[in-house]
């Protein structure tokens, strides 16, 4: 389900969770039980973003379960909510959507690599490089980019934790990329729109929207 929240900016709470993304995700994952395991956001399939339009701040929220509103406090926002399925349904090969996704774009060093420069466990991309890894991510999301452009939106700070240790500080550099793509792969862009890209899902990355493009006249 897609669900737009449109915050009230004269809401404190509202205010307060609109100071980023960390907040954001408490508050949303607010909405769901609490019961649900060990990672309640994967559990509930939840993706999220922010988004500054002419009217104020809207946030997108997307989910398998129903969020359940009437936890949030009085006066913080309005809802709206929408089934994903005339949209999944929409999708076939060759159909010219647009598209919208904030992510963590990063690299992997080999072992060797990290070892001898002393580098981190995953290296953040931006400019050129962030573009690249956006053009080989559409690809394996059953897009075939026709025009994009990207541009940094502030890093995020979250955490990691490994298994059996205390938790990391992990720094999420993230890029806002539009454009508007060929669908080649209809199996793998369900897959990335329910299941999100990329890092950092719990920080406003990863939600891919799609919409159907407008056709010149």
């Not at 981190?120 to 980019?145: H, I």
């Not at 500080?169 to 060929?182: L, M, Y």
């Amino acid at each position: 389900m897609a669900h737009r929240l449109v915050p009230n900016t004269r809401s404190r709470e509202a205010r307060r969770d609109l100071g980023g993304p960390i907040g954001l995700h408490r508050r949303i994952m607010s909405l769901f039980p609490s019961d649900a395991g060990p990672d309640p956001r994967q559990q509930f399939g939840v993706l999220f973003r922010s988004e500054d339009t002419p009217t104020g701040p809207n946030l997108l929220i997307q989910s398998t379960q129903e969020p359940d509103t009437s936890r949030l406090p009085d006066g913080y926002g309005t809802t709206l909510t929408r089934p994903l399925d005339a949209l999944i349904d929409a999708i076939r090969p060759g159909l010219t959507v647009r598209y919208r996704c904030v992510a963590s774009p990063v690299r992997k060093p080999g072992a060797t690599t990290r070892a001898l420069y002393n580098l981190p466990l995953v290296v953040a991309l931006t400019g050129a490089a962030a573009d690249d890894w956006w053009l080989r991510q559409a690809d394996l999301s059953g897009l075939k980019p026709l025009t994009h452009h990207s541009h940094p939106l502030d890093a995020v700070q979250g955490e990691r934790r490994p298994d059996g240790a205390a938790p990391q500080r992990v720094r999420h550099t993230r890029t806002q990329f539009d454009g508007t793509a060929a669908i080649i792969d209809t199996d793998l862009l369900r897959t990335k729109i329910l299941n999100g890209i990329g890092r950092g899902k719990s920080y406003g990355c990863g939600l891919l929207s799609i919409a159907p493009a407008r056709q010149p006249q």
